[in-house]
């Protein structure tokens, strides 16, 4: 069990800080960092070891920023040799891909069927990160919808739209069942996806008044 910080931790935080630089959540002017941030947070409060908490503050690395000349083979090296291949595994195994096996290009659609497929291969680290990535990412999204009056602003940041993005949270969160995954933090992500589906559902209701 981690006690929230390390030295460890603190250099995960500094190289994310790095990597993610000028980089903002979308549709906001919040520095990226707050959500892998928050995600070790999340971690560390269902009282994950070191590791996971690491992988947590890493995950987006290695898809986000392969930019300022760096390569995925760059940052993926980067990662093992400061933070052990165990961390880069985790990493990589909730990284959504652009390219299968073979080398072929993966729609949008695809990565996400990639990304749930993967999720039976991963090892229980990189279902916690997962999973915390998307209590963090669902919560956000529930908290600006209750903010703004105008939730079209909200759902205009997800290519997949209003729909798309709820049925998203629940896929995720039956895949992890699916696979065997039953941890604390799975009554969290099916209470928040279950909140976004209520949103929805009240929502409908609303415009048809």
Request: glycine share 6%; aromatic share 8%; net charge negative.
């Amino acid at each position: 069990m981690s006690t929230g910080y390390s030295d460890r931790i603190n250099h995960a935080l500094a190289f994310a800080a790095k990597h993610h630089d000028q980089q903002v959540r979308k549709g906001t002017r919040l520095p990226y960092l707050t959500h892998p941030a928050n995600v070790a947070i999340i971690l560390t409060r269902y009282g994950q070891d070191e590791e996971t908490i690491v992988a947590g503050i890493l995950h987006d690395v290695i898809e986000d920023c392969m930019r300022d000349g760096y390569t995925r083979e760059m940052l993926e090296s980067r990662v093992a040799d400061k933070f052990g291949h165990e961390v880069l595994a985790t990493v990589l195994a909730v990284t959504n891909r652009k390219l299968d096996d073979d080398g072929i290009e993966l729609s949008s659609d695809e990565r996400k069927e990639d990304y749930l497929t993967r999720l039976a291969q991963a090892n229980d680290r990189a279902r916690w990160v997962c999973a915390a990535d998307k209590v963090h990412n669902a919560s956000t999204i529930l908290a600006d919808l209750k903010r703004t009056d105008y939730p079209e602003t909200v759902w205009g940041r997800f290519t997949i739209g209003r729909e798309g993005t709820i049925r998203w949270y629940r896929r995720v969160c039956e895949r992890l069942r699916e696979v065997g995954f039953d941890a604390p933090i799975m009554r969290e992500l099916d209470n928040v996806a279950h909140a976004l589906e209520l949103w929805e559902r009240n929502n409908q209701v609303d415009a048809s008044v």
